[in-house]
Nanobody
């Protein structure tokens, strides 16, 4: 069993920054990839960024150059540094852990960017 707990969301003005954290516990030794997704009201959940076990990263086009995903393997924690935030970044942000046999989601953290 794997548990993911996100934190760091909140209200910020456009142009501001936030750092999200995803603390993982459980059988994380076999995780393939960790990722951040987001879901805005009335929209489907979408990929923001992910990072593989060897450190390779991938970003959605809307966040390239503004967001950075990183991981601390010793702490089993994944981070999402979000800079130059825009109102369209407003969403619930979810952490996801992908394994060969399954995947797990966190409960989400709200990010609201005011104009």
């Amino acid at each position: 069993q794997v548990q993911l707990v996100e934190s760091g969301g909140g209200l910020v003005q456009a142009g501001g920054s936030l750092r999200l954290s995803c603390a993982a516990s459980g059988r994380m030794f076999a995780v393939n990839r960790m990722g951040w997704y987001r879901q805005a009201p009335g929209k489907q959940r979408e990929l923001v960024a992910h990072i593989t076990s060897d450190g390779s990263t991938n970003y959605a086009d809307p966040v390239k150059g503004r967001f950075t995903i990183s991981r601390d393997n010793a702490k089993n924690t994944v981070y999402l540094q979000m800079n130059s935030l825009k109102p369209e970044d407003t969403a619930v942000y979810y952490c996801k852990a992908d394994f060969v046999w399954s995947y797990y989601w966190g409960q989400g953290t709200q990010v609201t960017v005011s104009s």
